[in-house]
């Protein structure tokens, strides 16, 4: 029960965000066609949105192979290495979205510039393109996480996120619902950026165990409670229900290095500052 809650919880958090995303740029696409009387291309909508989720399942697949190729210490760094890219794709991902406030302007301003040249293939590339760089993000994020806490916990939540999204994503644009997108991001961010930091500390882990970098201090605490005698974990360690569920959602360790614990607070600090920034220059 932990086990699953511990990978349901960050599953559903990064496919419903990952998938919203795609599905406002479909969105915003067809509204656009439908709005300026040009229904016939939305065909090649519904095209661009297949080939990118044929290219992500695709992508999935390859990522399934390469994970099982690594052994010993080649696994343990290919793992750290991983979550350590999938820390910085998810701040990517985070601060790039706090730039784009008129991001529905532009995709209709190239869609127009689509339809006045006749060219049907443009509009199949954008969607298929913003369908495909979301469904990869989702595979990095979901594998990184699958590695910290068993890809098999993850599957059910990933697979709630996406039809949620998906849901909502049309309740949105029937004009069902009304609510502002920016609050949604803002608080999936958060979330997110808590994620990113756990994977950024168990990436500096899985390094550790390969003997990438030093192990400084080994455990620079260790508040995990004793076993219980029954074998199962208490409430609080790590492994136990409401410990799993924090390290899942925000990379939370008992007994923590030295170095997981710098990677940690370095990162939320650095993303303090750039949410700032990044902020700022929004709202000019």
Request: glycine residues 10%; proline residues 2%; charged residues 15%.
């Given at each position: 029960?932990?086990?699953?809650?511990?990978?349901?919880?960050?599953?559903?958090?990064?496919?419903f965000r990952e998938t919203l995303e795609a599905a406002l740029v479909i969105g915003v696409v067809l509204a656009f066609l439908f709005k300026t009387r040009q229904?016939?291309?939305?065909?090649?909508?519904?095209?661009?949105?297949?080939?990118?989720?044929?290219?992500?399942?695709?992508?999935?697949?390859?990522?399934?192979?390469?994970?099982?190729?690594?052994?010993?210490?080649?696994?343990?760094?290919?793992?750290?290495?991983?979550?350590?890219?999938?820390?910085?794709?998810?701040?990517?991902?985070?601060?790039?979205?706090?730039?784009?406030?008129?991001?529905?302007?532009?995709?209709?301003?190239?869609?127009?510039?689509?339809?006045?040249?006749?060219?049907?293939?443009?509009?199949?590339?954008?969607?298929?393109?913003?369908?495909?760089?979301?469904?990869?993000?989702?595979?990095?994020?979901?594998?990184?996480?699958?590695?910290?806490?068993?890809?098999?916990?993850?599957?059910?939540?990933?697979?709630?996120?996406?039809?949620?999204?998906?849901?909502?994503?049309?309740?949105?644009?029937?004009?069902?619902?009304?609510?502002?997108?920016?609050?949604?991001?803002?608080?999936?961010?958060?979330?997110?950026?808590?994620?990113?930091?756990?994977?950024?500390?168990?990436?500096?882990?899985?390094?550790?165990?390969?003997?990438?970098?030093?192990?400084?201090?080994?455990?620079?605490?260790?508040?995990?409670?004793?076993?219980?005698?029954?074998?199962?974990?208490?409430?609080?360690?790590?492994?136990?229900?409401?410990?799993?569920?924090?390290?899942?959602?925000?990379?939370?360790?008992?007994?923590?290095?030295?170095?997981?614990?710098?990677?940690?607070?370095?990162?939320?600090?650095?993303?303090?500052?750039?949410?700032?920034?990044?902020?700022?220059?929004?709202?000019?």
């Amino acid at each position: 029960m932990a086990a699953e809650l511990s990978g349901f919880l960050p599953s559903f958090i990064i496919t419903f965000r990952e998938t919203l995303e795609a599905a406002l740029v479909i969105g915003v696409v067809l509204a656009f066609l439908f709005k300026t009387r040009q229904a016939s291309y939305s065909k090649f909508v519904y095209w661009g949105a297949g080939f990118g989720i044929i290219g992500s399942i695709a992508a999935a697949f390859l990522f399934n192979a390469l994970v099982g190729g690594f052994e010993g210490t080649a696994e343990e760094l290919f793992e750290g290495t991983l979550m350590l890219v999938g820390a910085a794709l998810v701040s990517w991902m985070i601060l790039w979205m706090m730039q784009q406030r008129n991001i529905a302007k532009k995709i209709e301003e190239q869609v127009e510039h689509n339809i006045m040249q006749h060219n049907a293939l443009a509009i199949t590339l954008l969607v298929f393109v913003s369908v495909l760089r979301e469904g990869v993000e989702t595979v990095i994020f979901l594998g990184a996480l699958g590695l910290r806490e068993g890809a098999s916990v993850s599957t059910a939540g990933a697979a709630i996120g996406i039809i949620v999204a998906l849901l909502f994503g049309y309740a949105l644009f029937r004009h069902f619902i009304s609510i502002r997108l920016k609050t949604v991001f803002t608080y999936t961010s958060i979330l997110l950026i808590l994620f990113a930091a756990g994977l950024v500390a168990h990436g500096i882990h899985e390094l550790e165990e390969a003997g990438v970098v030093p192990v400084l201090v080994e455990h620079v605490w260790d508040i995990n409670p004793e076993v219980n005698p029954d074998g199962s974990y208490p409430l609080l360690h790590e492994n136990g229900l409401i410990g799993s569920i924090a390290k899942g959602l925000f990379g939370y360790n008992g007994n923590p290095s030295l170095l997981e614990v710098i990677g940690y607070m370095a990162y939320l600090v650095l993303m303090y500052f750039l949410w700032k920034k990044y902020s700022a220059n929004s709202n000019k």
